[in-house]
């Protein structure tokens, strides 16, 4: 039985439509690479190469692929063997020379790009390398060619930036913007300038623009939790880097690495020493960033270690040697290390691109603190001291100018402000702070911090620094006190000299009325507590004038 047909099996149209289907469903490689489809332009190149359809320019456009999958050592390794024919376009060199570059083999690269003919990508490679090997004579010489082309002119301002003139970048960016409004990507790079400016909320505007578009970008999103590290806090940048980590597949080390990486320092440095050694040579602030946490956690000897063979060429770099030289020169007492740190800060304040920058102006404070010149030291604080009301490490600086120029109220006022317990139980803090107290007056406090304290060779220098400032201050019961505690521990003539004066003092206080009567007996006690003959003579005299006074000495 034969079954009816609505339709014919096939007609002329119909073989020609399930040909047309045919030749659309297989892809092309101009198709792959329009849509920026690496990974399927080189599926489909692997898979041509398997089937025996190798070519030397498919060889090319495989390394091309690889190149911009960030497998730059597959793509080296494609161009090393064309360079190895006879028939290898002179061009391989370049791309060769572009590949070692990003591999960090900047000789090899150099050696590479000499050997391709003469062009504006050979010559945009020769001077990023110039830039490598701070050659400015060739660097200059590789300027002068670039032309008024956008590659050229996105090279020039990727070199602006690298050389932290970032104001010279953002004007080459809008400049090309005016013209282009669809590059998108020029609005990260600007935005990144903006940050690097400490524009952050700039920065973030700018940013919204790319994320508008495409908004799993690994590197704009990124930036953004740094901005909201900066505005707000660790906690809502660590929001902003969970959007990041939905977004980055298994496959993006880039990514995977960065949040790491990130996450260590939005956390306060919480992981650090587990996460950011195996990145130090992965990324480039992880090394800085270890460093700053070896610095809080007071291992000078460890961020020495790390910093001592960087050459640093960045302003962040140049400020952490300044910082890791003068915490090696003050615990050793190196003047060498604190006349290092010293230039290094000068560097950096002094310069065009960072002396109106937060960073600048700390930078010239530490430098004027080395030289002890404390007025120069707060006229720079001043100027920033609003971006650091509740930061424990400014105002425990900013108390210490204060106070080293007299003005210990305003001293006090800032040292009370901090709250970081490894500060407040620190020795400089505590003798600064019973100084200021002393001076301002108030000389139970600074007692009371010497209560608090354990028995130890700081609170016997905090015993002489009362005792000591409390005489010159004319408030002779606080320096009494102090001298019989330290007379106690170390009987010494010098102390009982001071007791007895101040003692004295403390008597001629009490006759003039500055003094309360109630003090006179704690005097007496102490005096007794000595065994030398002026005792009788001073005690008789303070007995007398009580009793005639009706004054209860018992």
Known sequence: MLLSRNKPAAGPNAVQAAKDKESKSVPKLEDFLQARDYTGAMTLLEFERNSGKSSDESSMWLAYCAFHLADYKQSMEIYEKLTKKDSCHPDVWTYLGCCYFMLGMYTDAEKASLRAPKGPLQNRLLFHLSHKFSDEKKLMGYHSNLKDVIEDQLSLASIHYLRSHYQEAIDIYKRILLDNRDYLALNVYVALCYYKLDYYDVSQEVLAVYLNHYPDSATALNLKACNHFRLYNGKAAEAELKTLQDVASPSFIYARDLIKHNLVVFRGGQGALQVLPPLVDVIPEARLNLVIYHLKQDDI??????????????????????????????????????????????????????????????????????????????????????????????????????????????????????????????????????????????????????????????????????????????????????????????????????????????????????????????????????????????????????????????
């Open 301 to 554: 000897n460890g961020a020495n270690h790390l910093m001592k063979d960087l050459d640093p060429a960045t302003p962040q770099e140049y400020i952490l040697k300044g910082v890791v030289n003068a915490s090696v020169g003050y615990e050793q007492g190196s003047k060498d290390h604190l006349k290092i740190a010293q230039q290094y800060f000068q560097l950096v304040g002094g310069s065009a691109s960072e002396c109106d920058t937060i960073p600048g102006r700390q930078c010239m404070a530490s430098c004027f603190y080395i030289l002890k010149q404390y007025h120069d030291v707060l006229i720079y604080l001043d100027s920033i001291k609003s971006y650091f009301y509740n930061d424990d490490t400014f105002n425990f600086n900013y108390g210490q100018a204060k106070a080293a120029i007299g003005k210990y109220k305003e001293a006090e006022e800032a040292f009370q402000l901090i709250q970081n317990e490894r500060i407040k139980s620190d020795y400089i803090y505590l003798s600064w702070l019973a100084r200021c107290f002393i001076m301002n007056k108030k000389p139970r406090l600074a007692w009371e911090l010497y209560l608090k304290m354990e028995t130890s060779g700081d609170s016997f220098s905090l015993l002489q620094l009362i005792s000591n400032d409390c005489y010159r201050m004319g408030l002779f019961y606080y320096a009494a006190k102090a001298f019989d505690v330290l007379e106690r521990l170390e009987p010494n003539p010098e102390y009982w000299e001071g007791k007895r004066g101040a003692c004295v003092g403390v008597f001629q206080m009490i006759i003039a009325g500055h003094d309360p009567k109630e003090t006179l007996p704690d005097i007496i006690r102490m005096l007794h507590s000595t065994a030398n003959p002026q005792v009788e003579y001073i005690v008789r005299t303070m007995k007398k004038w009580a009793k005639e006074n009706r004054v209860p000495i018992q």
